[in-house]
């Protein structure tokens, strides 16, 4: 997928409806609600999180057109996703970035005519772009720093996870259902036969390993991977490392220090292929990163290391399949995403998550899915 341009239409360049877009079931015959943007220009997990949202939105609403507003790298995630129509680009960090940016997004969302905008992004620039959009009726969250130009302003609870709170936007429009939707995520076929290609079917249960994050006080220690990498291949299990292109250097010194046998696919996948990758794992070992949340969504169970933040952010790993460990200390969280350095210079939070506690986890998960 290569976006062409900002707040244009994304497609998955392959043949399909008019316009680039993703056709659920049955088209847009017997919708007759409005226009409908969903802004969510935030991180890769974030983006994942707000799926039962547009799920439920399109439930509720009936949109004859329910279009999401996403950054280029998230645009894969939504490709496939049933109950989205169009997904359009702000590259806030690139071509959109700054004023000029901000109001050439405005004036392209402004051409699609959209009636009705929800934004489970708090950020400025969201609210900004939606109102330059003149969007006649928009809806967000009373925390938002922005939240002076949206006309409906629901409160966000800090204590519930965030796909409740994105979840609490529908309060917006009365009761409804209480049942939340799952989180959805598509595999494209494409990227599926590449996932086989990078790791061809056998006997062994295959176990990711994601040690990456944007935040490196969200990072366990590389030696903490290596070791359960090293104990779970002796245990017979195939390991795989996964990552970006910046992670390249961490996934390789992993590898090596685990003795050479796991895979390495770092900056070997794409978006669309790292959530094809994941569909295949038994498991998967992950930090506070969105390759959890990729996993949460395709039904994969997670063990999860959390460092610097804690679930009770409201970004743990949704569902009830799944392992937490981190250290019990009255610092943490230091931050909502945690920070470039330990704000005690101790990175404690890293080092107290013991090797034989992950290992343990990862060990009990697999033998309960290998149960009946």
């Known amino acids: 997928m290569k976006p062409s341009g900002s707040s244009e239409r994304c497609d998955g360049g392959s043949p399909g409806p008019p316009h680039g877009r993703n056709e659920p079931d049955g088209g847009t015959q017997g919708r007759l609600g409005p226009a409908l943007l969903v802004a969510q220009t935030s991180f890769l997990g974030d983006v994942v999180l707000t799926t039962p949202l547009v799920s439920a939105l399109h439930a509720r609403l009936a949109p004859r057109?329910?279009?999401?507003?996403?950054?280029?790298?998230?645009?894969?995630?939504?490709?496939?996703?049933?109950?989205?129509?169009?997904?359009?680009?702000?590259?806030?960090?690139?071509?959109?970035?700054?004023?000029?940016?901000?109001?050439?997004t405005a004036r392209r969302l402004g051409r699609e005519r959209f009636e009705l905008a929800v934004s489970p992004h708090r950020s400025l620039r969201t609210?900004?772009?939606?109102?330059a959009a003149r969007i006649p009726r928009r809806i967000g969250f009373r925390e938002s720093r922005g939240a002076f130009f949206y006309h409906v302003r629901v409160t966000r609870d800090r204590r519930r996870h965030d796909v409740e709170r994105n979840?609490?936007?529908?309060?917006?429009?009365?009761?409804?259902?209480?049942?939340?939707?799952?989180?959805?995520?598509?595999?494209?076929?494409?990227?599926?036969?590449?996932?086989?290609?990078?790791?061809?079917?056998?006997?062994?249960?295959?176990v990711g390993l994601a040690p990456g994050?944007?935040?490196a006080t969200k990072r366990w220690t590389p030696a903490g991977f290596a070791a359960?990498?090293?104990?779970?291949e002796a245990d017979g299990a195939r390991c795989?490392?996964?990552?970006?292109?910046?992670?390249?250097?961490?996934?390789?010194?992993?590898?090596?220090?685990?003795?050479?046998?796991?895979?390495?696919?770092?900056?070997?996948?794409?978006?669309?292929?790292?959530?094809?990758?994941?569909?295949?794992?038994?498991?998967?070992?992950?930090?506070?990163?969105a390759p959890m949340h990729v996993a949460c969504a395709r039904g994969v169970p997670v063990v999860a290391v959390f460092?610097?933040?804690?679930?009770?952010?409201?970004?743990?790993p949704w569902g009830s399949a799944h392992t937490v460990l981190g250290a019990d200390l009255a610092c943490r969280p230091c931050a909502r995403h945690g920070g470039r350095r330990?704000?005690?210079?101790?990175?404690?939070?890293?080092?107290?998550?013991?090797?034989?506690?992950?290992?343990?986890?990862?060990?009990?998960?697999?033998?309960?899915?290998?149960?009946?």
């Not at 169009?86 to 071509?95: M, P």
């Not at 460092?307 to 743990?316: D, E, I, R, S």
Request: charged share 20%; with cysteine; glycine share 8%.
């Open 228 to 232: 359960v990498a090293a104990a779970l």
């Open 127 to 131: 609210a900004l772009v939606l109102a």
């Open 167 to 206: 979840l609490a936007l529908l309060d917006a429009f009365g009761p409804g259902p209480a049942d939340a939707p799952r989180l959805h995520l598509a595999v494209d076929r494409e990227a599926a036969a590449r996932a086989a290609a990078l790791l061809p079917a056998g006997p062994a249960p295959l």
């Open 65 to 104: 057109r329910l279009s999401v507003l996403v950054r280029p790298e998230a645009a894969p995630l939504l490709q496939g996703h049933p109950d989205v129509d169009d997904v359009l680009i702000d590259d806030k960090r690139g071509r959109d970035r700054g004023l000029r940016g901000l109001l050439r």
């Open 213 to 215: 994050s944007a935040w």
């Open 342 to 372: 330990c704000p005690r210079g101790t990175e404690d939070c890293m080092h107290l998550v013991e090797p034989a506690a992950v290992l343990a986890a990862a060990r009990a998960a697999l033998a309960a899915r290998g149960r009946p």
């Open 307 to 316: 460092c610097a933040t804690t679930p009770a952010l409201g970004y743990g």
């Open 240 to 289: 795989v490392l996964l990552g970006s292109a910046a992670d390249r250097p961490l996934v390789e010194a992993i590898r090596a220090a685990s003795g050479g046998r796991a895979v390495g696919l770092a900056g070997r996948t794409d978006v669309a292929t790292l959530v094809a990758v994941i569909d295949r794992l038994a498991l998967l070992i992950a930090n506070d990163s």
